[in-house]
């Protein structure tokens, strides 16, 4: 009788502290060759959840709950990746997904949601094709990539006297093709008149007949999609050649703190984009506000967050806050929550469109005296614009 | 027991056992076991041309994707049926065997390594480059929510493969082959036509390989030019099928199993470090029966533990 009731109580205990956690998994790049973005992911999903359980963490139903996160390490592999959804889904049974890193392991991993019926929240692949499936489990944070120069575009429009001849230069890859595709309709909708129109080899560092055509032709805005070390290599190949148009932007780069450090005072004049700056007026219901979020974020991982990590957390909120909204634990019903989120986050404000993709506009960014300083967000001009940039001679 | 009734006898206990893993095993199982078996079927598919043949093949990858774009193309382009793109996978594999063998099966060595090595990348560049397959931006496949077809397809290619190794290990043209592996001069001077017998080899390797390339697309429902033509599978195979026991029917098979089993245990229980555990196996394995498993069991009951030691010395390290 004693045993039996020990039993019993073991199994109260046991199936309280059950009830008591909620689990949100993902498999994240923390070792292999992408592992360097993968830990912004890996610390933003950490971060969030001991923000949010600091707080109170969640109440569902009117039992409380505290979040866990159960991260495995998909060693930059795509069949790992998948395996480890299903694992995390039939053996460790977590009640809801987070997404790793990069659009070709969401493209595999969200079939896996699907099968399964349980929302994946991803804030590390922007590729369209993710959306273009038709898939209802699948929820995304990053703006989609055709419109990544939409708002570059439309400051562009907005300068005196207004720049006519523009080149486009992207990188082989799936992601900046794509970025391409939208920039280029983009530009022939705007006017503008795209003169060099290029694909170049993804990590290429020969930008030198490139640079030759852009000055031979005249061109007065270069477009560029790609990579951090393709900028750079850019940036450090048209200082040799002087070549120097009236604005030049990239697509990733700029933002960073690296950049800034490996070109030095070369830097300046290069605009860019952020889907994200932490700045004071992006509030948020548990970090207080994306500055505060950068600081605190800065002293507990000791390096400056990104698009990447905020997109991260906000992945992990916009859970919680359809969890609350949906009253329930059950997937398909927080599914149908999320679907209709809506709620100002550190990232931005976080609602889904129909295919499940958030809609965010990008801000144009210039480096000016060696700080980014934002130019134009989706109000109108924030900052004034250093152009034409000087001739690199007269620097 | 002679050789062939003991793989009979593996044949006859194993196979209803892994037909029955989806109804037996957890949906991981399943997922763990579509992938092994595939990986299996590369390293038996490697095993006719660098285990019987003496050839290392680092084009093998290319026929995988190769096979994966046949299915891709098939289903993404023209709404054809799964069937018709491995038929078109086949083709484009066996096909470009030919074609790129004839050329490249006259180096030897490094040499014929290094050629296939450079496949891989040239094929990449191609494939980026046709709109029909979606140059670098892949293709998207429709989604098949059926893990169990995935794995018995798996499981019957595997044993497909394994019986046509079975075959060439007692066939006239498999002789032939283990003639070229030994002494290809000699091969050719006792009447083995060396040429048609290597480019033979590589066809049924490119075969089996690219039928495997096709069921992983679909599995995977997305390809693009640097997933598909990945070399690292290429490494995956040769590992594998060199440390179960390259030129033997169930080395590669037994190495694939094993090896996966290893690298999945410990990246789903040490998940951080696996890699660092993962390449100590390998480095302990090359060191200590640099021959394979089938070797090592062989000789095992001979020697017993003086085994590894004689091999440490053998091969001076």
Known sequence: ?395 | MTSPARIVLIALVGVPLLVAVPWIGTPVVVQFGINMLLMATLAQGWNIIGGYTGYSSFGNSVFFGLGAYGVGIAMAQFDQPFWAGLGLGLLLAVGFALVIGLPVLRLKGHYFAIATLGLAEVVTAIVSNIPIAGQNVGLVLPLLKSDVLFYELALGLLLLSTLVVFWLSRSRFGLGLIAIRENEEAAAAMGVCTTRYKILAFMLSAALTSLAGGINAYYITFIDPAGAFDITLNVKMIIMAVFGGPGTVLGPVAGALLLSLVSEILSSKVTNIAGFFFGAVIIAAVVLMPRGLSDLIRQFRGTGWRYFLQNIRDHRL
């Not at chain 1, 933002?255 to 860019?272: E, I, M, T, V, W």
């Open chain 1, 1 to 395: 009788m004693f045993r039996t009731l020990i039993t019993l109580g073991f199994l109260a205990c046991t199936s309280l502290t059950w009830a008591d956690t909620l689990t949100l998994g993902a498999s994240v790049q923390l070792t292999g060759p992408v592992a360097n973005t993968g830990r912004y992911y890996k610390d933003a999903y950490e971060f969030a959840v001991e923000r949010i359980n600091a707080s109170g963490g969640i109440t569902v139903g009117g039992v409380h709950h505290t979040l866990a996160l159960k991260l495995l390490d998909n060693q930059s592999d795509v069949n790992l990746s998948v395996r480890q959804y299903v694992q995390l889904l039939s053996e460790d049974k977590v009640n809801l997904l987070l997404g790793p890193f990069a659009s070709n392991f969401v493209l595999a991993d969200s079939a896996i949601s699907e099968k399964f019926q349980v929302p994946m929240v991803q804030g590390g692949g922007a590729s369209d094709q993710i959306y273009s499936r038709g898939y209802r489990y699948i929820f995304g944070t990053l703006p989609p990539a055709s419109n990544y120069f939409g708002t570059t575009i439309d400051t562009l429009l907005k300068l005196t006297p207004k720049p006519s001849r523009i080149a486009l230069l992207y990188a082989d890859d799936a992601f900046d093709v794509s970025v391409a595709q939208g920039a280029r309709a983009q530009l022939s909708q705007a006017g503008f008149q795209t003169v060099i129109d290029e694909r170049y080899t993804s990590n290429t560092s020969d930008f030198t007949s490139l640079l030759s055509r852009i000055k031979s032709s005249a061109v007065e805005v270069v477009l560029v999609a790609g990579h951090e070390t393709e900028a750079l290599n850019f940036i450090r190949q048209a200082k040799s050649l002087s070549v120097s148009p009236k604005l030049y932007a990239f697509t990733v780069g700029v933002p960073s703190a690296d950049f800034r450090q490996a070109l030095g005072n070369d830097a300046n004049y290069a605009g860019g984009m952020t889907a994200w700056l932490p700045s004071k007026s992006l509030k948020d219901a548990w970090f207080g506000d994306a500055e505060q979020f950068a600081r605190a974020y800065q002293a507990k991982y000791g390096y400056e967050p990104d698009y990447h990590a905020a997109s991260g957390v906000a992945t992990v909120e916009a859970l919680v806050r359809a969890i609350e909204a949906a009253n329930s634990l059950d997937p398909k019903k927080v599914r149908d929550a999320l679907a209709q989120v809506n709620f100002p986050s550190l990232y931005g404000q976080i609602s889904f469109g129909a295919t499940g993709q958030i809609s965010l506009p990008q801000t144009m960014i210039q480096v000016q005296n060696g700080k980014v300083v934002a130019i134009y967000g989706p109000g109108g001009f924030l900052g004034k614009l250093q152009y034409p940039m000087p001739a690199w001679g007269k620097r």
